[in-house]
């Protein structure tokens, strides 16, 4: 039994590092229809920044709060100078500029902060918690606490305020939000903005777990994207709750079949779930009208 | 008249909203059937179904005898049917002549593998493709502008591109859906002319229009909906006299 | 506006053409001698592969930065009998690949020896284009020990196994779990280990393996609990390394850890800062040279870290070792007149035999492959620091 | 040439016979080997990028998955050659085989998506096949790789030397372009654009779009798969980080910057990627004595900066002023009034 536990929790622990960055891609998505790969060099560069201020001595909470500006900064950029240019091009542009950008980032991460891992040591330093014969690290309860907060943040920003329902509407159809006022290209650029926040602050939180190094963008990028298409493309609680089930699926079949083949089960899932329910298991289905 | 396409009951429901119920109707060889109806009445729909893009919630359609409904789309083709669309899908890439010659694909014979060998198979069905292309590019005129990009033309010319391309292959029953919309008259004269001529060639039709006084001058049969009923089946005239139809659609403008 | 950006766009790429034709005719006139202009002969050059990028950075970095001090060290040392040495290195960035087209600019460049390749498989990548033309090949990783015509700087780990065997009986364990990583070098070290254990009567309980990007491997120890060993050995790379040590930890398991030699460098040690106890590390005795006993090796060991710590403020490990090996071998073979790759082949074939480096004693013409054991021990890890036991 | 052809699509036999011409050209100027292995390395990726830009440029599928393909051919050769001492001619054959029947099954379901799903199932594919060689270590060598494949020789002709086999592997290129030429000069050529502009609409016209799809997709991944059988035989060793998503990457980079639209764009993107990653890492390290990944960044800029403002790709840029040379336009009209008057119509 206690070995279940433990599955459960890792599974959550490492689900909810994929879900940090899976609220990022489709926060991106969400609004502007373009699947960001670069979203997971937003996290490396929160990371990192956040180690030198705090290796520069400032207190911890100051660093955190800089280091999610400044990746916001970047974020913006990005978007201001990539992005907006290419907006109406085909999916397949858009994809290489994001790809451009992200080993754009990765390079400028490898110039800065050279090769070798940093650490961060983690804001709450609490001995392993025992529970039910499992092992819970409390940085991973601190996580699925800030990642609790961020759905709530979001759902309310989303929902009830007014630019959170202009985002919505810039997505789902761009140009009656135009004729509504709503200038889609600033909605991109607050949405590239916020993604970049929401990655930085993804990064802050697992690298006192996982580690900070100029190449952690892309895995758990891609492990996000895989989360956040198993939830659904297009609303929050949906791509959380998908990158959870990553977490688990990746944990559960690590242990019962093989910790060999559990990645390449999480993206045969990925692709089971893209032919049978392309709008992820929580989206209600849409048709197109010919 | 041997029964060229029947439609026997065809409904469509989207969750509640019986959008078609229980339309059946005939069109014979050689004639020209027009469907009009005030927007929202199902026209598309119901064309949508006979074309197989959308499967009918019940009821089906017959095309010289042998079911239609479930038939995939690219089956129609072979079948002699040919089609247009309301929002024009035409190939922007291609030019004015490989979107005519795209038409002939039913007649020939080309695959992957013998386009990779250059089989002498190629260069025939390249002749074939382009004869035929440049009847039908004839037919419209359209011939000073063969090797323009399609995306450049303009509209109405576009409309001629399609027109143009649905009959390259000599379908014997052709369904336009609104292909007189946003025609300025001399246009719209010039696509009924196509089509008159097309009709003496023994080509059927089946086609959705709003532009009253084309519908009454082409149509040998007009079939008028409501709400997704059939309110009134009958020639040009009779249709003009129909009460229910002048109620329903025509209402005050009654010439 | 659109216009104007398409023809500088053009126009730069066209430029872009440019210089790769020209650079095409500059790497065919034999580039580089830049330094000294005077013809071939005059310059010995060396040829060095290291992954200074990449994930095997954490290895490969301290390696390329050994080339740039025995570059300047030859340089002040001036010619030797009337020959320049000249080492120029190629870095990989952990793609095989471009080891293999780096082995390739390396002989077009004439080198007469290589040393080289981080990792185990990527030596192996590049062992046929180097050994096909007959120029020596100095390995600074574990190559499987029957590789042929490569001298192998690195302690195969065959010679790493019975370390571990040798501690594994000082504290009486006889049942160990295996986990590697699965990249080039954690696959390596379990076949010659299952060799020697089973000579030793060491069972191996259990053997899992993880991603080597993994963040999380909870699940592979889980599974290791389940056997309950009395020690687990971890062979893997940092920073993979390092996540098992603290997840092994944060798991509370009280028996000892004993990781291969890749993680004996200072980025191991901050990843398990104050959580490091029974954690033991195969190092090198450089690692620990200030509480070594004293005598010829303690000085040699503290004269090379001095060198290593003046120029980068950091310190050296035992991979810096092996690469400084490879090519103080070959340095003695051209100070002892050999300039060609076949005569350096012969030298270190014949004349050599008995050599002391820094990571323990050569017997090269014996059929032992690499270091004796005299160079490496297993250490512990004591306030942050390494523990070197007699 | 037939009239007809020259009338629909244009010449083609001058740029083939250019392309020729520099290819028998370059060994005569290129001395030194390290250049001739990247002459040799554009011309095994150029198979890749040939298949791939049938794929993405004609018929609008975009695929982020072409290195597994790539690594089939590499291990099914690598494989068969080291273990079943197979020749290595057949294993390449076998290799293809496998992989468009691999491709061809994987093809049906996975082309009915769109957009960013497909290129999402893409790489999904390639993860799956990076973690399956590393697993299946008894096979494939796992993670230390495969080593000893035997080099090519053709009718004894011992291929190890680099000419030789420089000649192999852009005769095969060319073989290759001719076929994706043959392919695009045709009908079949215009039902795959025909797809990229309206599935709809070319499904009404009778065409069975998912065959077309899949029959593309299958047989860019053979041509895949014979570039990483020879790579195989090339390089004498392959392990799986080649075969990761980052190959994909740069391979889907080399036609989209090439210019997808054209089939010579594919090669013109492989020469002007590999040549770029080379000089900036040369630059990089002689003159700012920068080292290792650090050319990345210049990498990821140029690649940025060519999607903006020459979406359409480099061939576009450099056919424009060819068409202007030749008045092309006036030509077919003249050609095309003779026909029309040959006919009778």
Not at chain 3, 65 to 84: H, M, S
Not at chain 4, 318 to 323: A, F, L, V
């Amino acid at each position: 039994m206690e070995l279940l536990m433990q599955y459960i929790v890792t599974g959550l622990t490492v689900g909810s590092i994929y879900a940090l960055l899976a609220i990022g891609f489709v926060t991106v998505y969400n609004i502007t229809g373009i699947l960001n790969f670069a979203q997971g060099e937003f996290a490396m560069i929160g990371a990192l920044t956040c180690i030198t201020f705090v290796n520069a001595g400032l207190p911890m909470y100051a660093s955190i709060i800089f280091a999610i500006l400044i990746s916001a900064t970047i974020g913006l950029i990005v978007e201001r100078t990539a992005i907006l240019h290419a907006r109406n091009t085909s999916v397949i542009i858009l994809i290489i500029i994001t790809i451009g950008v992200s080993t754009f980032l990765k390079g400028m991460g490898l110039i800065i902060w050279g090769t070798n891992p940093k650490q961060l040591t983690p804001l709450i330093k609490m001995e392993p918690i025992h529970f039910m014969g499992a092992v819970i690290n409390p940085q991973s309860i601190f996580i699925f606490i800030v990642l609790l907060i961020l759905l709530a943040v979001l759902y309310v920003f989303f929902e009830k305020t007014y630019i959170g329902s202009a985002l919505r509407a810039c997505e789902k159809n761009p140009r009656a939000a135009k004729l509504m006022g709503i200038n889609p290209s600033t909605m991109s650029a607050l949405a590239f903005t916020l993604a970049a926040a929401l990655g930085a602050i993804a990064g802050i939180l697992i690298t006192p777990i996982t580690d900070a190094t100029y190449e952690m963008g892309f895995l758990i990028g891609v492990k996000g994207f895989v989360g956040m298409v198993i939830g659904g493309m297009h609303s929050i609680p949906g791509a959380v709750a998908g990158a959870l089930l990553v977490g688990l699926l990746e944990t559960f079949s690590g242990g019962f079949i093989s910790t060999f083949y559990s990645d390449a089960i999480t993206f045969l899932v990925l692709i089971l779930v893209l032919f049978f329910k392309p709008n992820g298991i929580f989206a209600r289905a849409s048709g197109e009208r010919v | 008249m041997s029964k060229l396409l029947e439609v026997r009951g065809l409904t469509k429901q989207f969750g509640g909203v019986t959008a078609v119920s229980e339309i059946s109707f005939d069109v014979g060889a050689g004639e020209i059937v027009a469907v009009i109806g005030p927007n929202g009445a199902g026209k598309t729909t119901l064309f949508n179904m006979i074309s197989c893009f959308l499967s009918p919630t019940n009821g089906e359609a017959y095309f010289k005898g042998n079911k239609l409904t479930g038939q995939k789309i690219p089956q129609l083709a072979h079948l002699g049917i040919a089609r247009t669309f309301q929002n024009l899908q035409i190939f922007h890439n291609l030019t004015v002549l490989e979107n005519v010659m795209m038409g002939a694909h039913v007649k020939l014979k080309t695959n992957v593998v013998n386009a990779a060998f250059r089989l002498p198979r190629i260069l025939k069905d390249e002749r074939i493709a382009y004869d035929l292309a440049l009847d039908a590019i004839h037919l419209v005129g359209l011939e000073e502008l063969m090797f323009e990009q399609a995306g450049q033309l303009s509209y109405g010319l576009q409309k001629q591109l399609e027109f143009a391309r649905a009959i390259v292959y000599k379908p014997d029953f052709i369904m336009l859906d609104e292909p007189m919309a946003g025609l300025n008259d001399y246009e719209t004269n010039r696509m009924a002319g196509y089509i008159k001529k097309l009709k003496s060639e023994g080509i059927s039709f089946l086609f959705v229009e709003h532009k009253m006084a084309t519908v009454m001058e082409l149509a040998d049969r007009i079939i008028v909906l409501d709400f997704g009923k059939k309110i009134a089946e009958g020639t040009p005239d009779e249709i003009q006299q129909n009460a229910k139809v002048i109620a329903a659609y025509l209402g005050e403008e009654v010439v | 506006m659109k216009k104007l950006c398409k023809s500088i766009c053009s126009f730069s790429l066209m430029l872009i053409l440019v210089i790769a034709l020209s650079a095409c005719n500059m790497e065919t006139s034999g580039g580089n001698d830049k330094k000294d202009g005077d013809g071939g002969k005059e310059v010995i050059k060396i040829g060095a592969i290291f992954a200074e990028t990449g994930p095997a950075s954490t290895l490969g970095k301290t390696q390329a930065n050994y080339v740039k001090l025995i570059q300047k060290q030859l340089d002040e040392a001036g010619t030797i009998n009337g020959k320049k040495i000249e080492i120029i290195m190629q870095d990989y960035e952990t793609d095989d690949t471009k080891a293999v087209i780096a082995a390739d600019k390396l002989i077009s460049e004439g080198v007469v020896a290589v040393v080289g390749a981080t990792q185990a498989s990527t030596s192996m990548a590049i062992l046929p284009k180097i050994s096909g033309e007959g120029i020596p090949l100095m390995t600074v990783a574990p190559v499987n020990p029957e590789a042929k015509d490569i001298y192998q700087m690195a302690p195969s780990n065959l010679t790493n196994a019975s370390l571990i065997i040798k501690f594994l009986k000082e504290n009486n364990i006889s049942k160990v779990a295996w986990i590697n990583a699965r990249d080039g070098f954690g696959v390596e070290g379990l076949p010659s280990f299952e060799k020697v254990a089973k000579e030793n009567d060491i069972k191996i309980v259990a053997h899992e393996e993880f991603d080597a990007t993994a963040t999380d491997m909870t699940v592979q120890l889980t599974n290791i609990r389940k056997k309950n060993p009395e020690a687990v050995i971890v062979w893997s790379r940092t920073p993979g390394a390092g996540i098992v040590a603290r997840n092994f930890k944060a798991l509370g398991f009280d028996i000892p850890m004993i990781q291969s030699s890749a993680s004996a460098n200072k980025g191991f040690l901050d990843q398990v800062k104050d959580n490091n106890e029974n954690i033991y590390v195969i190092g090198s005795k450089l690692s620990v040279v200030d509480q070594l006993p004293n005598g010829e090796q303690k000085d040699r060991l503290k004269k090379f870290r001095e060198d290593y710590r003046t120029m980068f403020n950091s310190d050296p490990d035992n991979f810096t070792a092996h690469a400084a090996d490879g090519f103080h071998l070959l340095i003695e073979a051209i100070k002892a007149g050999n300039t060609t790759s076949e005569d350096i082949h012969n030298y270190l074939k014949t004349e050599v035999n008995k050599y002391s480096g820094l990571t323990g004693s050569f017997e090269l013409q014996s059929d032992y492959v690499g270091p004796y054991e005299d160079g490496f021990s297993v250490l512990g890890i004591e306030n942050n620091e390494w523990k070197y036991y007699e | 040439m037939s009239k007809l052809e020259k009338v629909l699509y244009g010449n083609r036999l001058k740029p083939f016979l250019f392309l020729v011409g520099l290819i028998l050209m370059l060994p005569f100027v290129v001395k030194s080997s390290y250049i001739f292995t990247i002459l040799i390395l554009i011309g095994i990726y150029s198979i890749v990028t040939l298949g791939l830009c049938l794929l993405i440029g004609y018929a609008g599928q975009i695929s982020l998955g072409h290195a597994a393909f790539f690594g089939i051919g590499a291990y099914t050769s690598g494989v068969l050659t080291t273990s079943f001492q197979l020749s290595p001619w057949l294993a390449l054959v076998i290799g293809m085989v496998t992989t468009f029947f691999i491709a061809y099954l994987i093809g049906i379901p996975i082309l009915k998506l769109k957009g960013h799903f497909l290129a999402l199932a893409t790489l999904g594919i390639n993860i799956i096949f990076y973690i399956l060689i590393l697993g299946l270590n008894q096979l494939t060598g796992g993670a230390a790789g495969l080593i000893g494949i035997p080099s090519l020789s053709l009718f004894g002709l011992p291929l190890t030397d680099k000419l030789f086999f420089y000649f192999f592997v852009w005769t095969a290129a060319l073989l290759v372009l001719l076929l994706s030429l043959n392919i695009v000069r045709s009908h079949v050529g215009r039902v795959l654009r025909s797809i990229h502009d309206s599935e709809i609409a070319t499904e009404t016209l009778g065409v069975k779009v998912e065959n077309y799809k899949v029959a593309i997709f299958a047989l860019s991944a053979a041509f895949a798969s014979l570039a990483g059988s020879m790579y195989a035989h090339y390089i004498t060793f392959v392990a799986p980080p080649t075969f990761y998503i980052t190959k994909s990457i740069l391979f889907l980079i080399m036609v989209m910057v090439g210019g997808a639209g054209s089939v010579w764009g594919a090669i013109l993107g492989t020469t002007v990627i590999m040549f770029l990653n080379e000089i900036i890492r040369f630059v990089g390290h002689t003159y700012f004595g920068i080292s290792g990944e650090v050319e990345i960044v210049v990498y990821g800029l140029i690649i940025i900066l060519i999607m903006m403002f020459l979406p359409k790709g480099l061939m576009h840029v450099i056919s424009k002023p060819i068409q202007k040379l030749k008045q092309k336009k006036k030509v077919k009209i003249k050609s095309h009034k003779d026909m029309i008057s040959q006919k009778g119509v």
